[in-house]
């Protein structure tokens, strides 16, 4: 065998100039004899060290300080009797060759990638090129794994220390982020109380909106936008925790979802789908009393859609309204009507020719639909995210995408006028397409790329 070894190598020696081909013979890592040989490339003088070299070779120097540790602490609790710890003391047989494996795991590692290029095979050429072998991480990370292992084995309470792999240094470090917060914020928290106390109970301006909590996300392409609701005024069989789901990308809307609460939303199983009679446009719908109130696409009409009776009970035309992307919201989406609900009942909000694009409130009966009374706004339609009405004020979001937007302007419609206003927002999944307003939970619900979240707000004392 060792003739047929020496003459293969001398094949190469001849083949390559002698002074490229080394054969070595020594024991592995089980006491085993073994040769091995190594043949310089014939086109490359030397491996350059880019590429991610430099790097490696810091991290196995980490590796190799990190193991002597180890190593030490083993030596420090090895052996049972009272000399195991002692410097220089005499070691377990038994440990001797556990410890032994983990140094030749640790040698093969280095030489392994001492002259390897960054992520590439290596292997022995042979007449039809390379032989390919592992790429260098998958081998570093079994010989670590299967030294740590060794380690483990060896060192009693070592086992969790032990299952680690080569990461660099800065992963394991501790990171740390500071939020600021305004001041003006702090004192609202603390001088009005926190939502749902006697401070925010009956009708008042909204101070504070609070910071989004994730009910359910769309499972599919078609929910991007979409729009999700409760009823604030139930008809039976529904109650309030009856939840509405409506996914609107696409030409042909027609399934509502309906849920017997949040938490089957969640879990994405719904308790009936109904089809709707014709399309609904847009993100624009609410649930109230009993009823669906939506814009049927590419009209600008308002719709009444019974609940119990599966049917359109009512639909009238808003007199000039927009539709179909004449005055949307800053997204865009067709949001040229868009119903709300507050504590005094149904309102539609949208735009017409005649008020060049401002916002128009008006107050409907929801059983008819007729406009009880109409308010023209100074606040754009186009320059606002979207909007939702409180007690009678109309509030407007001022982005859809900005991380830290803001409710920036308010129309009080018992005074007639506006104001501008300043409070925080946040649009976690930076892409808000729908926000309504729920009176009896007292929270906003919205559609936030995806995501069916809820904020929840207070009011000032009236």
Known sequence: MLGAWLLLWGGLALGSRAETAFLRRADDSTGRCTYSFTVASPV???C?????VSELRAELAALAARLSRLESRERGTGGSGPRGGEVGGARDPQQAAPAARLEAAYGELLRGTR?????QGVGVSGGNGPVWSPPRAARAGAAVRGAGTAL???VPGLATASRWDPQPLAYQELQSERTEVPASRLLEETALGRPGSEDSAGCGELVWVGEPVVFGRADSIAGKYGVWMKDPEPVSPFTRETTWRVDVVGTEVRQLF???AAEQLARGYPAKVHILPQPLESTGAVIYRGGLFFQPRRSRAVARYDLRGEAVTAE???PGAGYHGQYPYSWGGYTDIDLAVDETGLWVIYS????RGAIVLSKLDPETLEIRQTWETNIRKRGVANSFVICGTLYTVSSYSAPNATINFAYDTATSTSRALSIPFENRFRYLSMVDYNPAERQLFAWDSFNMVTYPVRLSRA
Not at 115 to 119: E, G, L
Not at 352 to 355: L, N, Y
């Open 44 to 46: 490359e003088a030397g």
């Open 316 to 318: 009238r035309e808003i």
């Open 352 to 355: 017409t020719e005649k008020a």
């Open 258 to 260: 309906q849920y017997e």
């Open 152 to 154: 483990a084995h060896t």
């Open 115 to 119: 002259h390897q290029a960054p992520d």
């Open 48 to 52: 350059p060290d880019a590429g991610g």
